[in-house]
């Protein structure tokens, strides 16, 4: 039953969830484009060629090298940025931008995990300023993300931790390591085959709304697949949710290191239905 809650004699246990495309229907950090736009962090030719990125993104059409294209383009685009400015634009954007667009589905895997007694950890590529606010909206323990070097209150462009593929699966089982999960018996959810590291590293893979790759790949390791699409916002969802403060948003994302907001993203086996799956999370 979902309200079965694990032995706590036992190894803890977690579920770790790719963002992009998994919890959310699309690019966290490019969604933030025209705040930054408004906010005087870009210009006009920017917010077109994020969201052209935006949409290649959701196609599903980016290979690995387009995307390290684009992620160089992004990283050098965010170099000099004020670091405060751009917590406050994501602080007061948050709501707005990435409420609408969390997948119920997901809502309802986070709420299912934690009811089993189990943390919920958002590993994401995306900047640690975009990735933080989302966590906390969404109630997560933890966050991964990608961190950019800062100088003088600056962003310079460097990146001092990168979120992404085989990382993802390292900072896992360090995660593994300090709170003493059992990686064997924890679960994870990603829509893309660069995150094939991660998946391996848990006893419970899922692809979720996969690419091509890794549609392919979960047939051959016959890992669930699941297809979430339907967007909700939180409070139409679950209308007695608290939702964090705008200040507490803030405060929650000046606790991690800086991370490149404006980007660091990289752009069929078993279908089986959510509900099945919901049911089937307390083992």
């Not at 077109?48 to 196609?59: D, S």
């Not at 906390?136 to 950019?148: F, H, I, Q, S």
């Not at 699409?229 to 007695?240: E, F, G």
């Amino acid at each position: 039953m979902l309200g079965t809650v694990e032995n706590h004699s036992l190894p803890r246990t977690a579920a770790f969830f790719d963002l992009d495309k998994t919890v959310i229907a699309k690019s966290s950090t490019l969604t933030f484009s025209k705040s930054f736009y408004q906010g005087g962090l870009i210009n006009r030719r920017a917010v077109l060629r994020t969201a052209y990125a935006q949409f290649v993104f959701l196609a599903g059409g980016a290979d690995h090298d387009q995307m390290e294209r684009m992620r160089e383009y992004l990283s050098a685009l965010c170099r000099g940025w004020n670091v405060q400015l751009v917590r406050e634009i994501v602080a007061e954007t948050l709501h707005e931008l990435i409420d609408p667009i969390i997948y119920d589905e997901a809502a309802s895997l986070i709420e299912a995990h934690h009811t089993a007694g189990r943390d919920v950890v958002i590993v994401s590529t995306s900047g640690a300023e975009v990735v933080e606010p989302i966590g906390e909206l969404l109630g997560a323990d933890r966050v991964v993300a990608t961190r950019m070097v800062v100088e003088n209150g600056a962003f310079t462009g460097e990146v001092e931790y990168y979120a992404y593929g085989p990382t993802k699966a390292e900072a896992i089982k360090e995660l593994a390591d300090s709170e003493g999960y059992d990686l064997s018996r924890c679960y994870a959810y990603s829509d893309s085959v660069t995150d094939i590291p991660m998946l391996e590293t848990v006893g419970h893979p899922h692809a979720v709304n996969p690419d091509r790759a890794l549609r392919r790949e979960a047939a051959a390791r016959d890992w669930p697949v699941l297809t979430f699409d339907r967007p909700v916002r939180l409070k139409q969802r679950v209308p007695a949710l608290s939702m964090p403060s705008r200040p507490a948003l803030v405060a929650a994302a000046a606790v991690g290191a800086a991370a490149a907001t404006a980007g660091l993203v990289w752009l069929a086996g078993r279908r089986r239905e959510t509900g099945v799956r919901l049911a089937q999370v307390q083992h």
